[in-house]
Structures are given as C-alpha cells and as structure tokens.
T-cell receptor, first 111, second 115 residues
C-alpha cells in the first residue's frame, strides 16, 4: 500500500481547455474526498464519495466541475472550460472509518 | 456551519525550543473531532494529532500535545523540542462526529524552525 496517489502532480493549461485529474485511494478505503487549496488558504471541501455514490457536493463545485468514482475505486475530477480562478492545488483524501489520508495533490495553473 | 480560525499566519521557533500554535473554532455541534495536520513544503498533508470532543483529557503524540478548551472553543497545538523537520504549514481542522462528513480547515500557520 503506497498511500493516496494523484496524477498528474502538475498541470498547466490554457484558459478554456478541459482538464482531468485522477486519484487512487488507499485500496480498502470506501470514502473519497476532493478538496481545493488556493495559496495562503486551507483546503476547502469540494465533494465526497462513499464507494461509487457521490453523497455531497459543495457550492464551490460549479457546473464546470464533475467528479466520478466508477466501481468505487479510483476517482476523476474534470474541469471544463478552465478559468484563471481555477488555478489551485486539488487534493484527494480517502478514509475507511477514521482519519483521512491525503495525496500529494495536483497543482493546476491556468494561463 | 462550522468555522475554524488560525490567527497566526507565521511563527518561528529555534531548534529544541517549544512553540504553541493557536486555533479557535465555532460550531453548534456537541460531538465532533478536532485535528492538527502538517503540510511540509511540496509534500502531502499528514495527521499530527486528533482530539475527540467528548474526551476531557488532552491528546498527546510524542512531542506534540494539545490544549483543548471546549467551553472556550479553543484547540492549541504545542510542539516540544522543535526539530528542523517540523518546518511546515500546520492546519487546524474540524469534523462532525458520527458521520463521514468533510473536514473544515483553518487558513494555516507557517512554522519555521531555525538553528
């Protein structure tokens, strides 16, 4: 078990392009969370899955954002028509019953 | 809704000294957890210490301990015998107990440990 893995680690994209990030949680963890962290701020919750069901979405998750977790394993977060304000670190975390374990994040830069 | 406030954007401490990071929170919940997470530069966030609100005893993990004051809604982190490897961003976080609810984070305190 190598912990929570996120890919890519860094992504630079032009405004208006679509991007997709992947998160592989710890294998036995049924809960998966996405957070966004901007410079100088703490992580802010985006969405949460229990197995394959998306159970909660933040108001931060606009219509341009979509997240999936097919078969309750890995998860993807897609941002369509990226904007400069989407530039941030996107963190994934997973848990079973207790504490959440975080991945190293994907840093998105929209130019 | 819950809020978490960290009023110290940056702190500095000399190696081997003790430092205390402050955190206050606001909630109407009675049963919850509080956490301190460490985020080293360019590395993933890791859990430092956790406190259950129903426990009066303050949590301790080696050199890390908390001062949990439930009535005052205060949750400070004390790092004893500071080491260079303690240099990181430290985030205070809150989660409602009994659910798989998300973490609510403060804005963080950047701790620099110097020689």
């Amino acid at each position: 078990d190598t912990g929570v893995s996120q890919d890519p680690r860094h992504k630079i994209t032009k405004r208006g392009q679509n991007v997709t990030f992947r998160c592989d949680p710890i294998s036995e963890h049924n809960r998966l969370y996405w957070y966004r962290q901007t410079l100088g701020q703490g992580p802010e919750f985006l969405t949460y899955f229990q197995n394959e069901a998306q159970l909660e979405k933040s108001r931060l998750l606009s219509d341009r954002f979509s997240a999936e977790r097919p078969k309750g394993s890995f998860s993807t977060l897609e941002i369509q028509r990226t904007e400069q304000g989407d530039s941030a670190m996107y963190l994934c975390a997973s848990s079973f019953e207790g504490e959440a374990f975080f991945g190293q994040g994907t840093r998105l830069t929209v130019v | 809704a819950q809020t978490v406030t960290q009023s110290q954007p940056e702190m500095s401490v000399q190696e081997a000294e003790t430092v205390t990071l402050s955190c206050t929170y606001d909630t109407s919940e009675n049963n919850y957890y509080l956490f301190w997470y460490k985020q080293p530069p360019s590395r993933q966030m890791i859990l430092v210490i956790r406190q259950e609100a129903y426990k009066q005893q303050n949590a301790t993990e080696n050199r890390f301990s908390v001062n949990f004051q439930k009535a005052a809604k205060s949750f400070s982190l004390k790092i004893s015998d500071s080491q260079l490897g303690d240099t990181a961003m430290y985030f205070c976080a809150f989660r409602v107990a009994g659910t798989a609810s998300k973490l609510t984070f403060g804005t963080g305190t950047r701790l620099q440990v110097t020689l």
